[in-house]
Each structure stands twice: as structure tokens, then as C-alpha cells.
């Protein structure tokens, strides 16, 4: 499948990397193209580096097997650069997506070689800035949007406002902050 | 045709959304990872008033098949859902369920056994309980889950079979992936799978009747045979809810996919989420010219050995791909099958088993390649080498080429 997106995600259990690849593909369904979003378990505790995986495309995919060769890789806790490889199988024209306050070429080092495109994104920053809390998952959500282009950014945000507005039906002052951080992401992130 | 509506949903949603739109009379269940979820989300629906089931929760495994079994005797529609552990621990009772002859249907998130521990999926838990007489129906992915779902109910209380239904879903490959999938509408589905209304029960004050007494030897062995007997004639009760539900909601099921078998001569027999993975494997390998195919075991119990040795009667060599070990030392329970399903053809073509993808090990496009090719040597040389091997470990052998 020619058009088909694989993004791997890398966090620790607890920070969402599971939900961020489940609302990406939520994101992507709403814009009519077939998804998968599913998780890999490791040894089930808190803070354990866990992955996710999303595969994206106009046709249903068949393949259920993990991601070894994404087009795409996002990392929710910098500190999994030390201990993970996290680039393993990354595609050269791909790109890797890291929550970071630091500037790209900082990390690069940290990144076995990899000679493709480094991002990052202040995403923890940015969630206590609107959420008044550490939920790095939503704009690491939208900074992958904004990279990978896997769904039309506008159309993103369109949808995502319905889809929190959905979820937080009981507590609709968050929706303007979660819709904040995906905005704000989508600006802030950088190469 | 009725109008379908697309959703995505993992493989336990779309299970437990099938029970929701069944509506059965009791859900008894006692959690177990990785299908805890499909009575969380059940509970919500009870909780939201969406169904009018009595939903309990018991302390075992073993009591929530028993309080199935009960209620099921009373004459009602009773479900429960369970993995792994929470499978080996109700054995006792699957048999008092397919003996008592009460259509139970139990969803099953299929996950490795200790040990060592192990959450991931393989069919370790569902094979164990192949003999316990449950008819048995495998998913390749949250659609076919979802679908077989809602066959099992007919199947099973059909008159002249009377049988207990374990729907068996991936663990975590299905039943915790986010996938599109096309839902049937409530009342539709209601229509299809219609009213539980059993002939005789026990609560049924005209015509009172006894529920697994004890058999003596002079008629045990007449009620074993009266299931054996309902399971054969479970083979045609899946066709013809199969060609129902196609009539109805136009997606096609059978025993088996056959998938680019017409002039195949290298095949795999294989199940589950893995199927749709050598899918894209057999894809590939066609477009080199190779004559590959693949069939995907649907239905496990009753086991469709005529019609799958018809199916692989034109092919010179067959890798069957077992997800469970059966410590037989000659292959595992797939193969079995397979194997003795073939033995009177007349040209029997080479076999092999492959136990693989145990206790979550991946399974990849590019090892299901690794198995063709191995297929590929053994017609080119007519050698079939080691018939029972592993496939995808590390350091204990190598992987046979």
C-alpha cells in the first residue's frame, strides 16, 4: 500500500502514548482514511517504556504485526533517548518527533546517526501552560500532525474540537485548553 | 441491504458492542486481561440502561460459566467472556455446558497460558478446550469478531445442535487494536439473531426436566454420541447462518477463507490476526509470478476436514502454522487436524508445521516469507525435512531453512 503512514510512538506507561495514538487515529477515521492503533505491553507498571503503533492509509490494512521500519517516530519522554532505540528501523525520509525544551541539534547525538529530520516540541510546557498540568500526549498529538501531515492539519482541528467536545461533554472548560495546546504545538513545534 | 455504519472500535468494543445490541437475559463474568474490557464496557451499558441484562459478578471463572450454566437451564441467554487462566480454570465446567447441551456463548480473548506469566496472545488458552465441545470460531481481525458475534447465538441454539459457542478474538493484536469497522444497525441485528426460545428448559412448569444427572454406563455413552452427532450437524447450522448474514449485511464467511488459492501449489494453514499479516506476504510473492495461497481457519469446532482437504488437495507443499504448542512432540493441534484431514487424499501433499508467535512473539510479512521459501525448497527438492519445528525463537535451534 503505497500511501500507507506507520508512526511509532515511545513514552512511558501513564503519559499517553497509548491514548495519543488512539486519538491520532481517531483523528485520521474522521477524515475517512482506515486506521490501526494498538499497543505493545512490556511488564505492566508505571513509568516502564512502553510503544504504540498507528498505521494510516485510504485502504483497509491487513498486517497486524508491530512497526519495524516507520515513516515516522514520536518520543513522549526524552529520557527514553538513553535507554531506547528509538530509531530503529526509521525511515531516512521519515522524521523522529521528541518532547523537548531543547533545540533539535542538542538531541541529535542522541539519536544512533539517524540522518533524517529531528523535531521537538516543549510539549510538557505547553500542556501546563493551557491544562495547568503535565499531559505531554496532546501536543506531542498535534506536533505529529503538523510533521507528518497524516491527516489535513485544518481538518484536524476542526475534528478534534467535536471529538473533545464528545469526550469532556461533562467538563467542557478543558476542551478549550486541549484545543489551545494542539494549536499551539502546531506553531511551536521545530526543526 | 440494510445500511451499515463505519466506525472504529478495538476487537472487545466491537464484541461488547454486539452483546449490547443482543441484548442477553444474564452477562455473569469475572475479569481476566486482555478481555476485562469487554465487561467494562458491558457494565457501562447496564449502568446507561442500555440493555435490561442481569449482569453478575462472581468470584471465579469457574462460577461464571456455572452461573451461565444455571441460567441457561432456566431457559435464558447467557454470555460471559474470559482469556488464558480464566479459560483453564472454567474446563470443568465448558464440558458441563456443550453435555448439558445449553448454547452458551462465551467470548474469548485468546492469550498464551503460564508459563513462564505471559498476558500476549496465542491460542495456548483455546486449544486446550478444543475437546470440551464447544463449537469454536476464530477472528482475523474487530470486524470478523464482531460478525462472528453475532452468528454464535443462532448457531448454537439451531435445534438439532444445541451447543455452546466460544468466539475467539486475538488478545491484544484484536482485541486492543483501534481499527475501522462496519456496525450493523441495533434493530437489525436484533431481527437477525431473533428471540431465544428454547423447546424444553428447566423451569418450564408443563414438561420439567433434569439438567446433568448422572449417566450411568448403559446410557452415558448414547449422549455422548447425541453431541457428537450435534456437532456434525453444527457444520451446516454455520453455513446457513453464514448465508443468512451475507444475504443480510452482505459480508461472506465460511469454514475457511481461501485467499488466491485457484492454482496455488505453496499454501500455509494458518488463523487469526496472523492470517491477514501472510495476507500482504502472498500479495507480494504473486506479484513475482509465485504460486502461493493461504486458508484461514474460521472454524475450529467442528473441525471442516473434507472441505479443507478439497481446498489443499492441487497444492505440493503446506506449512500448517500452529499458535499453540501441544507438547505432542509431533506438531501442534492445527496440524493434527490438518494432517489427518488430508491422510486419505490421493496425492497427499508434503506437510509441515510451524509452531510460531508464541506468548506474543511477532509475526512478521517478512517471516511468513521466510516460510514460503522453505516451501519453495521442499518442492524443488521433494525433500520435506524436519515436519514439526519452531519458528521465530531465539539461540535454543535454529530456524529450520
Known amino acids: 500500500?503505497?500511501?500507507?503512514?506507520?508512526?511509532?510512538?515511545?513514552?512511558?506507561?501513564?503519559?499517553?502514548?497509548?491514548?495519543?495514538?488512539?486519538?491520532?487515529?481517531?483523528?485520521?477515521?474522521?477524515?475517512?482514511?482506515?486506521?490501526?492503533?494498538?499497543?505493545?505491553?512490556?511488564?505492566?507498571?508505571?513509568?516502564?517504556?512502553?510503544?504504540?503503533?498507528?498505521?494510516?492509509?485510504?485502504?483497509?490494512?491487513?498486517?497486524?504485526?508491530?512497526?519495524?521500519?516507520?515513516?515516522?517516530?514520536?518520543?513522549?519522554?526524552?529520557?527514553?533517548?538513553?535507554?531506547?532505540?528509538?530509531?530503529?528501523?526509521?525511515?531516512?525520509?521519515?522524521?523522529?518527533?521528541i518532547n523537548s525544551e531543547k533545540d533539535p541539534?542538542?538531541?541529535?547525538?542522541?539519536?544512533?546517526?539517524?540522518?533524517?529530520?529531528?523535531?521537538?516540541?516543549?510539549?510538557?510546557?505547553i500542556s501546563r501552560k493551557h491544562l495547568g498540568a503535565y499531559f505531554p500526549n496532546t501536543p506531542m498529538l498535534a506536533a505529529v500532525v503538523a510533521v507528518s501531515k497524516c491527516v489535513d492539519p485544518e481538518e484536524f482541528l476542526k475534528n478534534m474540537r467535536e471529538s473533545y467536545s464528545h469526550k469532556f461533554a461533562n467538563k467542557p472548560q478543558v476542551v478549550e485548553g486541549n484545543l489551545k495546546c494542539l494549536a499551539d504545538a502546531m506553531k511551536e513545534v521545530r526543526e | 441491504m440494510i445500511m451499515s455504519k463505519r466506525d472504529r472500535l478495538s476487537g472487545n468494543e466491537a464484541i461488547a458492542t454486539a452483546m449490547r445490541q443482543i441484548n442477553p437475559d444474564v452477562f455473569a463474568m469475572f475479569p481476566i486481561t486482555p478481555s476485562t474490557e469487554i465487561p467494562q464496557y458491558f457494565a457501562q451499558?447496564?449502568?446507561?440502561?442500555?440493555?435490561?441484562?442481569?449482569?453478575?459478578?462472581?468470584?471465579?471463572?469457574?462460577?461464571?460459566?456455572?452461573?451461565?450454566?444455571g441460567a441457561e437451564a432456566a431457559g435464558c441467554r447467557a454470555i460471559s467472556a474470559t482469556s488464558s487462566a480464566g479459560l483453564a480454570y472454567m474446563s470443568e465446567v465448558l464440558y458441563v455446558a456443550a453435555s448439558c447441551r445449553l448454547p452458551i456463548v462465551?467470548?474469548?480473548?485468546?492469550?498464551?497460558?503460564?508459563?513462564?506469566?505471559?498476558?500476549?496472545?496465542?491460542y495456548s488458552d483455546s486449544m486446550s478446550v478444543r475437546d470440551s465441545g464447544f463449537i469454536q470460531i476464530y477472528a482475523e481481525n474487530n470486524q470478523e469478531a464482531y460478525d462472528n458475534y453475532?452468528?454464535?447465538?443462532?448457531?448454537?441454539?439451531?435445534?438439532?445442535?444445541?451447543?455452546?459457542v466460544m468466539i475467539c478474538e486475538d488478545g491484544f493484536i484484536t482485541s486492543h487494536a483501534l481499527e475501522?469497522?462496519?456496525?450493523?444497525?441495533?434493530?437489525?441485528?436484533?431481527?437477525?439473531?431473533?428471540?431465544?426460545?428454547?423447546?424444553?428448559?428447566?423451569?418450564?412448569?408443563?414438561?420439567?426436566?433434569?439438567?446433568?444427572?448422572?449417566?450411568?454406563?448403559?446410557?452415558?455413552?448414547?449422549?455422548?454420541?447425541?453431541?457428537?452427532?450435534?456437532?456434525?450437524?453444527?457444520?451446516?447450522?454455520?453455513?446457513?447462518?453464514?448465508?443468512?448474514?451475507?444475504?443480510?449485511?452482505?459480508?461472506?464467511?465460511?469454514?475457511?477463507?481461501?485467499?488466491?488459492?485457484?492454482?496455488?501449489?505453496?499454501?500455509?494453514?494458518?488463523?487469526?490476526?496472523?492470517?491477514?499479516?501472510?495476507k500482504a506476504a502472498v500479495d507480494e510473492l504473486r506479484e513475482n509470478g509465485e504460486k502461493v495461497g493461504l486458508i484461514k481457519?474460521?472454524?475450529?469446532?467442528?473441525?471442516?476436514?473434507?472441505?479443507?482437504?478439497?481446498?489443499?488437495?492441487?497444492?505440493?507443499?503446506?506449512?500448517?502454522?500452529?499458535k499453540s504448542e501441544g507438547f505432542s512432540s509431533m506438531g501442534g493441534p492445527l496440524f493434527a487436524e490438518t494432517a489427518s484431514a488430508c491422510v486419505n487424499l490421493e496425492n497427499i501433499p508434503k506437510m509441515i508445521d510451524i509452531v510460531y508467535g508464541l506468548g506474543g512473539r511477532d509475526f512478521t510479512v517478512d517471516h511468513t516469507k521466510r516460510v514460503f521459501?522453505?516451501?519453495?525448497?521442499?518442492?524443488?527438492?521433494?525433500?520435506?525435512?524436519?515436519?514439526?519445528?519452531?519458528?521465530?525463537?531465539?539461540?535454543?535451534r535454529e530456524e529450520v531453512q
Open chain 1, 1 to 97: 500500500m503505497s500511501d500507507m503512514i506507520e508512526i511509532r510512538w515511545h513514552g512511558r506507561g501513564g503519559q499517553g502514548a497509548k491514548t495519543a495514538s488512539l486519538l491520532l487515529a481517531d483523528a485520521a477515521f474522521m477524515a475517512g482514511q482506515y486506521v490501526q492503533s494498538f499497543p505493545e505491553y512490556g511488564p505492566e507498571r508505571s513509568g516502564a517504556p512502553i510503544t504504540a503503533y498507528n498505521r494510516i492509509s485510504s485502504e483497509r490494512c491487513s498486517i497486524h504485526s508491530n512497526i519495524y521500519y516507520p515513516d515516522y517516530v514520536a518520543v513522549v519522554d526524552e529520557t527514553l533517548l538513553e535507554s531506547v532505540d528509538v530509531t530503529s528501523g526509521l525511515k531516512e525520509d521519515g522524521a523522529i518527533i
Open chain 1, 105 to 125: 541539534k542538542e538531541l541529535r547525538p542522541y539519536l544512533n546517526g539517524y540522518k533524517g529530520r529531528v523535531f521537538t516540541i516543549a510539549a510538557g510546557h
Open chain 2, 45 to 69: 451499558y447496564v449502568a446507561d440502561g442500555k440493555v435490561d441484562t442481569e449482569f453478575i459478578c462472581v468470584e471465579s471463572e469457574h462460577s461464571s460459566l456455572s452461573a451461565c450454566i
Open chain 2, 106 to 122: 462465551l467470548a474469548v480473548a485468546c492469550r498464551a497460558l503460564t508459563g513462564p506469566i505471559n498476558i500476549n496472545h496465542d
Open chain 2, 150 to 164: 453475532l452468528q454464535a447465538h443462532r448457531i448454537g441454539e439451531t435445534p438439532d445442535v444445541r451447543l455452546p
Open chain 2, 180 to 278: 475501522n469497522i462496519e456496525l450493523e444497525d441495533d434493530d437489525a441485528v436484533k431481527a437477525f439473531v431473533g428471540e431465544y426460545k428454547p423447546e424444553n428448559y428447566l423451569l418450564k412448569h408443563e414438561n420439567p426436566l433434569a439438567v446433568g444427572p448422572y449417566g450411568t454406563s448403559p446410557f452415558y455413552m448414547e449422549a455422548r454420541v447425541a453431541q457428537a452427532e450435534a456437532m456434525k450437524n453444527a457444520k451446516r447450522a454455520i453455513l446457513d447462518v453464514a448465508a443468512d448474514f451475507e444475504k443480510t449485511f452482505g459480508r461472506k464467511y465460511g469454514f475457511f477463507e481461501e485467499y488466491k488459492m485457484e492454482d496455488a501449489e505453496r499454501a500455509l494453514v494458518i488463523m487469526g490476526s496472523s492470517a491477514g499479516t501472510a
Open chain 2, 297 to 322: 481457519i474460521r472454524v475450529f469446532r467442528p473441525f471442516p476436514g473434507e472441505e479443507l482437504a478439497e481446498a489443499l488437495k492441487n497444492c505440493k507443499a503446506v506449512a500448517v502454522m500452529d
Open chain 2, 373 to 396: 521459501a522453505r516451501l519453495e525448497k521442499i518442492v524443488k527438492t521433494g525433500e520435506t525435512g524436519p515436519v514439526y519445528s519452531h519458528f521465530g525463537q531465539r539461540d535454543l
